[in-house]
């Protein structure tokens, strides 16, 4: 148990259309993470925020877009999905301190598959 | 860009045998992780690795870091089953949770 939670655990939508993923982090941790896996690869890095606003992106496309609240939950939203976009979706948390040795945790995930 | 490479990418071995997973990274890096992956589910942490030289144990899992070297082992001790699992390192580069995954190592513990 991370104290990670992610919402939905599946869904199937059609491509084109918009998804919304929640991540619900640990308490009191205040940077969440945004990971895409492929199947058979490794977890790739989307983006992460920090007190609600981006801090850091992978190499992934503006259709690719997130929010993190007040309370650190955040969002992860994808717009005109793409058949290639089928993947687990894994959110992370942990405490944002420079040379922090803390450990991340992560979500069950939330897997999406574009039909 | 930050590269992570992990050797073997596909590991098969009997039980009671021992054996070392190798990750190689490209950047100096602070920060150096090892993650279990079961089929189908999400990422257990196992070990976070902090400086050069560090060591950590857990169960027939010790993990090591050289920095120097950009380079980190995971070595299995006298495998059993339960440990069939894929094992990722990943590194972090920057304080929060950004990390840069390798592909993982799928390790099969034969009876």
């Known amino acids: 148990e991370t104290g990670v939670t992610q919402s939905p655990t599946h869904l199937i939508k059609t491509r084109g259309q918009q998804v919304t993923l929640r991540c619900s982090s640990q308490?009191?941790?205040?940077?969440v993470s945004w990971y895409q896996q492929a199947l058979g690869q490794g977890p790739q890095f989307i983006f992460q925020?920090?007190?609600?606003?981006?801090?850091g992106r992978g190499n992934f496309p503006p259709r690719f877009s997130g929010l993190q609240f007040p309370n650190y939950s955040s969002e992860l939203n994808v717009n005109a999905l793409e058949l290639d976009d089928s993947a687990l979706y894994l959110c992370a948390s942990s405490l944002n301190r420079l040379s922090s040795g803390n450990t991340i945790y992560f979500g069950e995930g939330s897997w999406l598959t574009v039909v | 860009e930050l590269k992570v490479e992990q050797n073997p990418l596909f590991l098969s071995m009997q039980e009671g045998k021992n054996y070392t997973i190798y990750c190689n990274y490209s950047?100096?890096?602070?920060?150096l992780y090892w993650y279990r992956q079961d089929p189908g589910k999400s990422l257990e942490s196992l070990f976070v690795?902090?400086?050069?030289?560090a060591v950590k144990q857990e169960g027939r899992l010790m993990a090591s870091l050289d920095t120097k070297a950009r380079l980190s082992t995971l070595h299995i001790t006298a495998a059993v089953h339960d440990l069939s699992a894929t094992y990722f390192c990943a590194v972090g580069l920057m304080s929060g949770s950004r990390l840069t995954f390798g592909e993982g190592t799928q390790l099969t513990v034969n009876p």
């Open positions: 950047t100096t890096s602070d920060r």
């Open positions: 308490s009191g941790h205040n940077t």
């Open positions: 690795l902090l400086s050069n030289g």
């Open positions: 925020y920090y007190r609600e606003e981006e801090n």
